[in-house]
């Protein structure tokens, strides 16, 4: 790792898990918070990247509520989920906890905002999905040096069956080619405070994204450097087919 690098890691973990139903006494489930491996699913996620490179920050996003008691109870939930494994407990970093906001992009630009406050001298940022804790050491290196060389990098898989495009009656419209094609996962990597500046942008903007690499594509390669030098697009590095979200109640048996 350079030594100019601070690195912050932010875990998306604010959603409803509406998809993955109920446990036997009826309360909902969420899979952030599932047992894994002597801690969590939530636990599983953030270790990946402590093991592997020095982060100084992490900022963990929980689910909001208007009822200030309920609020109370999930920002301790997403504690006990996250410090269930005594490694990430122990680990030498600022902790952040953060209420999600309305949509995954309002949650990820606030949790930004909290690094810019506690760590401006964030360099880059990992943003990864709190529910995806299979991801590998490679996969967090293979990002990390495409993201200190072109700014920005996501991991990505070609897809295995041909791809087409319809219209809105379910007519083909286009055949796509699938070598030019690419399913991504996370971690997205960025330069810290080009993809801060984008998603500020983002947030006045009426447009819906899809995720942060278009909202790095739409803003921030625009923009140049402190060289003159425009950033880059998102560089697509190998993925990993084990690399799986969490979001249906088949996919728990894979912890």
Request: charged residues 25%.
């Amino acid at each position: 790792m350079a030594q100019n690098d601070e690195l912050a890691l932010i875990l998306v973990a604010a959603g409803s898990s509406a998809r993955i139903g109920f446990d036997k006494t009826g309360t909902k489930i969420k899979k952030e918070y599932l047992a894994m491996n002597g801690g969590t699913v939530l636990s599983c996620a953030a270790k990946a990247f402590l093991s592997t490179l020095d982060f100084s920050t992490v900022v963990v996003t929980y689910p909001n509520s208007d009822n200030a008691e309920d609020l109370k109870a999930n920002e301790q939930k997403s504690k006990d989920a996250l410090f269930a494994d005594d490694f990430v407990k122990n680990y030498k970093a600022k902790f952040i906890f953060v209420p999600g906001g309305k949509t995954r992009q309002e949650s990820v630009h606030d949790a930004l905002e909290a690094i810019s406050e506690n760590s401006p001298d964030c360099s880059l940022v990992f943003i990864h999905d709190g529910a995806r804790p299979f991801l590998k050491a490679e996969t967090v290196q293979l990002t990390y040096r495409a993201a200190t060389e072109f700014g920005a990098a996501v991991p990505g898989l070609q897809p295995t069956e041909t791809q087409k495009k319809i219209d809105e009656n379910g007519f083909i419209v286009k055949h796509l080619l699938r070598a030019s094609l690419t399913a991504v996962q996370t971690p997205q990597v960025f330069k810290f405070e080009p993809i801060l500046e984008a998603h500020r942008i983002a947030a006045e903007s009426t447009k819906t994204f899809t995720d942060d690499t278009e909202i790095w594509d739409e803003y921030a390669s625009k923009r140049k450097d402190e060289n003159g030098e425009p950033y880059s697009r998102v560089k697509v590095v190998l993925g990993d087919p084990e690399n799986k979200k969490i979001t249906y109640p088949e996919d728990i048996k894979f912890l």
